[in-house]
């Protein structure tokens, strides 16, 4: 059984109301000191439901769980798909295909995807950017770049790469080289290493289940497993 945030609501409220309504027997319901304690017992339950709440959703938010994936899932092919049950788009995996040529174990990914968050980090993307819903909207927002069929009918050929994870790097160690839009992004200087480890944070943060978010992202199709 599911449980969404109006039963939480719902049985927060009832479980505050008869606790109160016990420990403040006797009372009037006009009197202050009904309200005093039923001020201290609906704070204390809505503060304890508040670490459970933290705790659940650090649990949700972590590698490997119900919908994020481990880091090792950039050995894979990721597509979108759209579940008609859950009535938003999906990620899906396809066989296993490597990145850079090379599959990568379950510590070595985890490495290169922080390294490609703190590659992100440093260079302020997110001024221009967004990700998983943060950020600016100046430039596209990343959470699904990595699934974009730009690359591969626009990037690929325009810097003569054989494979997406090819062209995203030499695009981004240098984006003026390549202009694709009225707005240009400026060079970052960044290295083939931190290139690759961006690359890898991308692949990887497409595969998020972000309950279809962002919003009109075509399809994507991935091999059999």
């Not at 008869?18 to 009904?34: D, N």
């Not at 985890?110 to 390294?115: F, G, N, Q, S, T």
Request: proline share 5%; with cysteine.
């Amino acid at each position: 059984m599911s449980i969404g945030w109006l039963e939480v609501v719902v049985v927060t409220l009832v479980v505050s109301l008869v606790i109160s309504l016990i420990l403040a027997r006797g009372r009037h319901w006009l009197e202050p000191g009904f309200w005093k304690v039923a001020a201290i017992i609906t704070s204390s339950v809505m503060a304890i439901t508040l670490v459970l709440l933290t705790f659940h959703t650090v649990q949700a938010i972590s590698m490997e769980s119900k919908r994020v994936p481990g880091a090792d899932v950039i050995n894979r092919e990721i597509g979108y798909v759209y579940n008609a049950d859950r009535r938003a788009m999906e990620p899906v995996l396809g066989k296993e295909v490597g990145l850079f040529g090379k599959i990568w174990g379950p510590q070595e990914a985890e490495e290169l995807i922080v390294k490609g968050k703190l590659v992100i980090q440093s260079r302020n993307c997110m001024d221009c950017h967004t990700l998983l819903g943060n950020g600016a909207y100046y430039a596209p927002d990343l959470t699904k770049a990595w699934l974009d069929p730009k690359w591969d009918k626009q990037i690929m050929p325009m810097v003569g790469a054989s494979s997406r994870e090819e062209a995203m790097k030499t695009w981004l160690m240098n984006p003026d080289k390549y202009p694709t839009w009225v707005r240009k992004m400026p060079n970052l200087r960044l290295t083939e290493d931190e290139a690759k480890a961006v690359t890898a944070y991308l692949k990887w943060m497409s595969a998020i289940d972000t309950n279809g978010f962002p919003a009109n992202f075509p399809e994507v199709q991935v091999s059999q497993k």
